[in-house]
């Protein structure tokens, strides 16, 4: 599978991963576009430590890559799967109903309808078919999502993350003392 190397945005070929042990979540969009926006998830499983892996499958333009990629993500050790799409945003949805893992989904906001297209593609999807929506372009939310997801069974994720809301609530409560000062 080609993956993305995040640090380049013009860079839509080569085979990069965050680093070299088992991807434990797949993050895939629809098109290079989708990038500066699913960059955020990438950051936030950089912040936790979670290896990752980043593609581009496209659920219209690379139907056959997205069937490859969904029914082989749980055997190559995938935990869960972050699939970010605008417009017309098939791909969250198709690959849920082709992989057994959790997906999430991220309604990328396209230049037409704000990305309100994308957020009902991606969310209505039908009973027995899952696709756990985060709101649009929150791929930071879906970073966290998976790694919470992860932290059901691996106990370092749930330390991390249980860190993590510390300092945010210590963050709002600073500025809370600073409002009343
Ligand atoms: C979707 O179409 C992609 O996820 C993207 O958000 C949108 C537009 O794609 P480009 O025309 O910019 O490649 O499939």
Do not use: W
């Not at 704000?114 to 209505?124: C, H, K, M, N, P």
């Amino acid at each position: 599978t080609p993956i993305l190397n995040i640090n380049d945005e013009n860079d839509t070929s080569t085979t990069t991963l965050s680093n070299n042990i088992q991807p434990l979540v797949g993050i895939i969009m629809g098109s290079d576009s989708d990038l500066p926006t699913m960059k955020a998830c990438a950051e936030v499983l950089k912040l936790f430590d979670v290896p990752f892996e980043l593609s581009i499958v496209s659920a219209h333009r690379t139907p056959m890559r997205m069937v490859e990629y969904a029914k082989s993500a749980h055997v190559r050790g995938l935990k869960v799967i972050i699939a970010g799409a605008g417009g017309a945003a098939h791909l969250p949805g198709m690959v849920a109903a082709l992989t057994p893992l959790p997906v999430i989904g991220v309604p990328v906001k396209g230049k037409i309808l704000d990305g309100v297209d994308s957020l009902y593609s991606i969310v209505q999807m039908p009973r027995g078919v899952p696709v756990a929506t985060v709101a649009i372009n929150n791929s930071t939310n879906a970073g966290l999502l998976a790694i919470r997801h992860l932290g059901a069974f691996i106990p370092s994720y749930l330390q991390k993350m249980q860190e993590f809301m510390e300092r945010q609530e210590s963050e709002v409560l600073a500025k809370v003392d600073k409002l009343d000062q």
